[in-house]
């Protein structure tokens, strides 16, 4: 069993994330893998601390320079550095709640052998901007997704999922190119097997000015979007190429409403004449 932890800039909440991650029970021989992509902040000192005082569970993965794609590279050698069969995920702005997570996952994993990756509930915890934490909740979804159900939106907390090892170890090369680091890995997933999902709360998200999404303006938000269902590759024909037109249809055009938006008119009805002809209107819903 391996946890990853990974690590940028984040001397703040580090050591809460460690400290949930340790404090795991009934896991049986378990490895934490702590990445760190060339902090500029105090993050590597906290790390070595902790790997000092507990030398038979962590292992740290220190370059000496940033590997650049926005994490994935790093989070790529983490997976190829691990050992364990089953493998957890966590950023380290977030941290766990439950000392029995990642033993819950592992007894699910075991279970359900048609099970690729399981992820639980969380508590998105909102950070300086006043707003009210709340649970994520899924209510009236259901507990078992498979592919098609990844394109409304991504719908698994970044600290909340676990893998089959063999989902992780030969991820396409496109993966380099998405915006995103962990909602491809869903779409993998998918494709080995379902994604279930537990309704316990056992992590928090943090929601913060300095996180990959949260931290960008509505504009660059919606062109992620569009960026990544570019570069996600689907069928030429079927449910699911009619599934991604429209739904890089619906991105383009939240692009084309934030750019009108801030008087960018000309970029606009550019953004808005690609949605149109990656899905047009009055096409037959998939």
């Given at each position: ?27 049986g021989s378990y490895e934490v893998l702590v990445g ?107 507990a078992r997704l498979g592919r098609a159900d990844l ?136």
């Open positions: 069993m391996t946890t990853i932890v990974q690590c940028f800039n984040h001397e703040r909440w580090v050591a809460r994330a460690l400290d949930s991650v340790l404090a795991q029970q009934g896991v760190d992509d060339a902090s500029t902040d105090a993050t590597r000192e906290v790390i070595a601390d902790y790997a000092r005082r507990y030398p038979d569970v962590i292992r740290t993965v220190l370059p000496e320079a940033n590997m650049g794609g926005e994490g994935k590279n790093l989070f790529l050698e983490l997976v190829r550095q691990s050992r364990g069969s089953y493998l957890a995920v966590l950023d380290a702005d977030d941290y766990w709640i439950s000392d029995e997570k990642v033993r819950i996952q592992a007894d699910h994993l075991d279970a359900h052998p048609d099970c690729s990756m399981v992820f639980h509930n969380v508590l998105r915890e909102h950070e300086g901007d006043g707003r009210l934490d709340r649970v994520f909740d899924r209510r009236g979804e259901p394109y409304a939106y991504n719908p698994v907390p970044a600290c909340s999922p676990m893998f089959r090892r063999e989902v992780l170890e030969a991820i396409p090369s496109w993966y380099l190119d998405s915006p995103w680091g962990d909602w491809p890995l869903y779409f993998f997933a998918a494709d080995a097997g379902a994604l279930d999902y537990l309704p316990e709360v056992l992590g928090v998200y943090r929601i913060h000015d300095r996180g990959a999404f949260s931290g960008l303006a509505r504009l660059q938000q919606a062109s992620v979007d569009v960026a990544f269902f570019r570069v996600l590759p689907v069928p030429e024909s079927g449910p699911e190429a009619a599934l991604h037109a429209r739904r890089l249809g619906q991105a383009l055009a939240a692009q084309a409403f934030e750019l009108l938006r801030l008087g960018r008119g000309t970029e606009a009805r550019a953004a808005l004449e690609e949605s149109r002809r990656a899905f047009p209107f009055g096409s037959r819903r998939p």
